[in-house]
C-alpha cells in the first residue's frame, strides 16, 4: 500500500474534521486541539430506549381488505388515508427520526474526554494531526520551543479498551531527552454520575427511567514516575515522564454482568500487557485485515505530502488526485473494520461514531437500502468475518419479526420494515409512506444467500436457511392477486420513500400495489430459498411453492421514458431526481438484470439513471455511491469515475467521512463497493476483470485480493486497457470461469490452487 494515512497541520474545528478510531465496540473521536485535548467516546450498544411491545398495530389486518379493495379500484388517496390510520406502528415509533426520549431510542455519545496541556497563548510549531489506518493509530505532534509533545492514541481490538499515551521530549545542546509532563483529565457526560479516586474517573447512569440499559465508563491512569490527585470527578497528574490513559465503556446490553465491574476488569488485563505491547498488536491486527486487499490507479503519489483538507479541497475546485481515491477507499473498508469488528451490533447509519445525544434518524438501521449497503463491500473486499454481526442481527430481528407478522398482518413467518434498533423494532414506521416499507427483512435476506455464494459455507446455509424460509413464508401468506392483472402483488405497500402523482386526484401518493422493488427483491428471495432447500435437500414443498409463486409476480417493465417502471402504472412522480433508485434493486445489488440475460431492461436501467441525474438524482452520499455501483454493473467505467469524484467533491467531509448530509457512512461504504465493481464483477455467473475501468485509470494499475463468488481471489495487473495478467486462488476449489480481454478463461480448481495467467 502506497499511502494510509490521513493527516493535517492544524486541530480539528468541528467534530466532522476529527480522526475516527475504533475497534468494532469502541470508538473515538480524535480532534488534536493543543491546549485542551478533546476526545469524544462512543459503545456500540450505548442506546436509550428499551423493546416497545406494544409497537406493532393489531388494527392493520382487520383493514387489510379495505384498504387493497380500494387500491385495486384506482382509488389510492383514500387507500393512503386509511393506511396512514392503520399500516403504520402504535405509539410514536422512531420520533420521525428522533428516537431520544422515546421507547425506540437513540444511539448516544458515550461522553468526552479533555486533556489539558497547555496555556491557550502558547506558540506552536511543526504541528501535524494523522490517522494511520493501516495500523489503527492516531498521532498528535507538536512543538513549543526546543519540546516536542507526543500523542499516541488507539482502539484495542484484543483488549477491548481505547489507549492514549501523552510523551514529551526536549532537545537541549543536540540531545533529545524526555521531558516531564503535567496535565489534568475531566470526563463530561449528561445525565451520568462522575466521580473519581485512586487513579480513574467513573462515570455511570441508567435509560429511559430504568427501563433501558445501565453503562460506565472508566477512564485509567498510569504514570512512568510523578503524583497522582482525584478530586471533583478530575484527575491532576504532575511531573511525569509519561502518562498511559485506558477508557472502556460497557453496558448492560445482552450481558449480566454489572457494567462498572466488567469496565474496570477489562481495563485491569489491558494494564497487565502495557502499552508497547497493545500498540504493537492493534498494529498488527488492522495491517493484517487492510493488507489483504489493494487497489494501484497509478496515482500521483506526490500528492500525500499534502494534508487531507487540502486535497479534498482541490478536488472540489476540478483538480484530479487518484491517490486520495485511494485513500479514501481504503479508508472505506478501515471504517467498516473499525465498526464491525467482534460486535454485538452491526455497524449503524453513523457506524459507530456520534457526538450526540439525540443523534439524527437515532442513528438506527435502516433497511430500505442503508444498513445493507454498509456491508456491500465486505465479501468482495475481503472482510467477510465483518459480515458475521450483520448476519447474527437479521436473525435476531427475524424472531422478533415473527410477532409482527402475526399482530400486524395476521401472517405467518416474520416480517421487517424501513426501520430497526437494537431492541428489534420490526413494526412499521410511524409514517406509512416511508415507514411501511415490508420488504426490507426480505432485502436483509440478499446478504444471506450472497454469504453463501462466496463462501459455500454449508454449515452457514444451514443456519440460515430457516431465516429466509420464514421470510418468505410471510410472503406466500401477504401477497394477494390483483384482479386488474392476475399479477400477485404487495399492498399497501410504498417504493421505498418515493411518491408518484395519482391519475386521479393529481394528489402526491405513495401506497401502491406491487412496486418494482417489492417485485424484484421477493423474485430473489423466492430463487434463493428454493435453492437453498435443494442443496440442503429439504423443504421440496417449499421450494416447490417459493418458484410456483415467484413466477406470479409482476414483470419488470418499461415504461414512457424508456426506464425501468417504479412502479405498476407508469406514473409521473413530484420528485424524479428522487435518492432512492429502487425499481434499479434489479441491476444492483441483484443480478436479475444483465447485459446477456435481459438487454432491453440493461438498455432502460441507464435510462433510468439518466433520467434520475437530470433531475438532480445523487444528491445524497450514499445515494451517489449506490450509482457508481450502478454504473459499474452497466459497465459504463467513465460515469463511474465521474461520480467518484462526484462524491468526494459535493458529499465528504475534511475527515473523508460521507455526508448525506449531514454525517452517514453508508456513501464510504457504498463507494468502496463501487470501486470494487468497477475492477472486479461475479454476479453473472463468470467472473470478469475489470468490467467498468474508466479511461482515466486505463493506463496502467492493479488490484489484489479482491474476492469473487464461488470462494476465489483474484489479483490482476492492466496496461493501456488491456489484462496483462491475472492470478486467481481458489479458496474452496471448484470451476472457476473467467472473462479478461474479451476472452473467457476455465480452469478447474481443488482447494488451496492458484493459477496466474500471463496475457500478450
Not at 511525569?240 to 490513559?245: G, L, M, N
Amino acid at each position: 500500500m502506497k499511502n494510509t494515512i490521513l493527516f493535517y497541520d492544524s486541530p480539528a474545528k468541528e467534530w466532522t474534521d476529527a480522526l475516527a478510531l475504533g475497534n468494532g465496540r469502541l470508538g473515538a473521536m480524535v480532534y488534536g486541539e493543543i491546549a485542551k485535548e478533546r476526545i469524544q467516546l462512543n459503545e456500540e450498544t450505548l442506546w436509550s430506549g428499551y423493546f416497545d411491545e406494544d409497537a406493532p398495530n393489531p388494527e392493520c389486518a382487520k383493514m387489510m381488505d379495505e384498504m387493497r379493495r380500494l387500491i385495486f379500484e384506482g382509488k389510492n388517496a383514500e387507500a393512503e388515508k386509511l393506511a396512514s390510520q392503520y399500516m403504520i406502528c402504535r405509539g410514536d415509533g422512531s420520533g420521525y427520526g428522533h428516537g431520544y426520549g422515546h421507547a425506540y431510542g437513540s444511539f448516544e455519545t458515550a461522553g468526552e474526554l479533555f486533556i489539558d496541556m497547555h496555556d491557550n497563548d502558547i506558540s506552536v510549531t511543526d504541528y501535524r494531526r494523522e490517522l494511520d489506518i493501516l495500523h489503527g493509530t492516531a498521532k498528535v505532534t507538536y512543538k513549543i520551543g526546543n519540546t516536542e509533545y507526543i500523542r499516541t492514541i488507539f482502539c484495542s481490538p484484543d483488549a477491548n479498551v481505547t489507549v492514549i499515551k501523552l510523551e514529551s521530549y526536549i532537545t537541549e545542546n543536540g540531545e533529545k531527552k524526555p521531558n516531564k509532563i503535567s496535565t489534568s483529565l475531566e470526563f463530561t457526560r449528561e445525565d451520568s454520575e462522575i466521580s473519581s479516586g485512586g487513579s480513574s474517573i467513573v462515570c455511570s447512569g441508567r435509560f429511559s427511567g430504568g427501563k433501558g440499559i445501565s453503562y460506565a465508563t472508566v477512564i485509567d491512569t498510569d504514570t512512568d514516575g510523578g503524583n497522582i490527585e482525584c478530586n471533583n470527578g478530575k484527575i491532576k497528574i504532575t511531573n511525569a515522564d509519561s502518562v498511559k490513559v485506558y477508557i472502556n465503556t460497557a453496558t448492560s446490553y445482552k450481558y449480566t454482568t454489572d457494567p462498572l465491574y466488567r469496565a474496570r476488569a477489562i481495563i485491569s488485563d489491558a494494564k497487565k500487557s502495557g502499552f508497547d505491547r497493545l500498540s504493537a498488536d492493534t498494529a498488527a491486527f488492522f495491517e493484517n485485515m487492510l493488507g489483504r486487499c489493494d487497489i494501484d490507479l497509478n496515482a500521483d503519489d506526490s500528492k500525500n505530502n499534502i494534508p487531507t483538507d487540502k486535497r479534498l479541497e482541490a478536488v472540489k475546485n476540478g483538480e484530479r488526485d487518484d491517490a486520495l481515491v485511494e485513500l479514501y477507499w481504503q479508508f472505506g473498508r478501515y471504517l467498516l473494520i473499525s465498526s464491525s469488528y467482534n460486535c454485538v451490533l452491526p455497524a449503524n447509519l453513523q457506524g459507530l461514531w456520534s457526538a450526540d445525544y439525540n443523534t439524527i434518524w437515532s442513528a438506527d438501521y435502516h433497511i430500505n437500502i442503508n444498513l445493507q449497503m454498509n456491508y456491500w463491500l465486505a465479501e468482495i473486499t475481503n472482510l467477510a468475518e465483518l459480515e458475521e454481526v450483520h448476519h447474527r442481527y437479521i436473525k435476531f430481528i427475524s424472531e422478533n419479526g415473527k410477532r409482527t407478522a402475526q399482530i400486524q398482518y395476521n401472517c405467518g413467518g416474520w416480517v421487517a420494515h424501513t426501520i430497526t434498533n437494537p431492541w428489534g423494532f420490526t413494526a412499521p414506521g410511524e409514517g406509512v409512506s416511508w415507514g411501511s416499507f415490508m420488504c426490507a427483512g426480505a432485502w436483509c435476506c440478499e446478504h444471506l444467500w450472497t454469504h453463501w455464494e462466496f463462501s459455500h459455507d454449508m454449515d452457514f446455509l444451514r443456519e440460515y436457511y430457516p431465516v429466509m424460509r420464514d421470510c418468505a413464508k410471510f410472503f406466500f401468506d401477504f401477497l394477494v392477486t390483483d384482479p386488474r392483472t392476475g399479477y400477485l402483488v404487495t399492498a399497501p405497500s410504498n417504493s421505498p420513500e418515493n411518491r408518484y402523482f395519482d391519475p386521479e386526484t393529481h394528489e402526491s401518493i405513495a401506497i401502491c400495489a406491487g412496486p418494482t422493488m417489492d417485485n424484484t427483491i421477493l423474485y430473489e428471495l423466492f430463487t434463493n430459498t428454493a435453492e437453498a432447500a435443494r442443496i440442503l435437500g429439504i423443504d421440496e414443498d417449499i421450494a416447490k411453492k417459493a418458484i410456483e409463486i415467484r413466477d406470479q409476480l409482476p414483470p419488470i417493465k418499461i415504461g414512457k421514458h424508456g426506464q425501468i417502471m417504479e412502479w405498476q402504472e407508469d406514473y409521473d412522480e413530484p420528485e424524479p431526481g428522487h435518492r432512492h433508485l429502487s425499481p434499479l434493486y434489479g441491476l444492483h445489488p441483484s443480478n436479475i438484470i444483465t447485459k446477456n440475460k435481459t438487454p432491453e431492461l440493461f438498455e432502460a436501467a441507464k435510462k433510468t439513471i439518466e433520467r434520475r441525474l437530470s433531475s438532480v438524482g445523487g444528491h445524497t452520499g450514499w445515494s451517489r455511491a449506490w450509482i457508481i455501483n450502478f454504473y459499474a454493473r452497466l459497465g459504463m467505467g467513465d460515469e463511474c469515475f465521474k461520480h467518484m469524484y462526484a462524491l468526494l467533491e459535493k458529499s465528504t467531509h475534511n475527515n473523508l467521512f460521507d455526508t448525506h448530509p449531514p454525517f452517514q457512512i453508508d456513501g464510504n461504504f457504498g463507494a468502496v463497493s463501487g470501486v470494487a465493481e468497477m475492477l472486479l464483477q461475479s454476479h453473472a455467473g463468470y467472473i470478469e476483470i475489470a468490467p467498468a475501468l474508466p479511461k482515466e485509470w486505463a493506463e496502467k494499475g492493479s488490484f489484489k485480493g479482491l474476492r469473487a463468488r464461488g470462494g476465489f481471489v483474484i489479483d490482476a495487473e492492466w496496461n493501456k486497457g488491456k489484462i496483462t495478467s491475472f492470478t486467481v486462488t481458489s479458496e474452496y476449489g471448484g470451476k472457476c470461469e473467467i472473462y479478461a480481454n474479451g476472452n473467457m478463461y476455465s480452469y478447474d480448481m481443488k482447494t488451496g490452487d492458484t493459477v496466474t495467467e500471463k496475457i500478450k
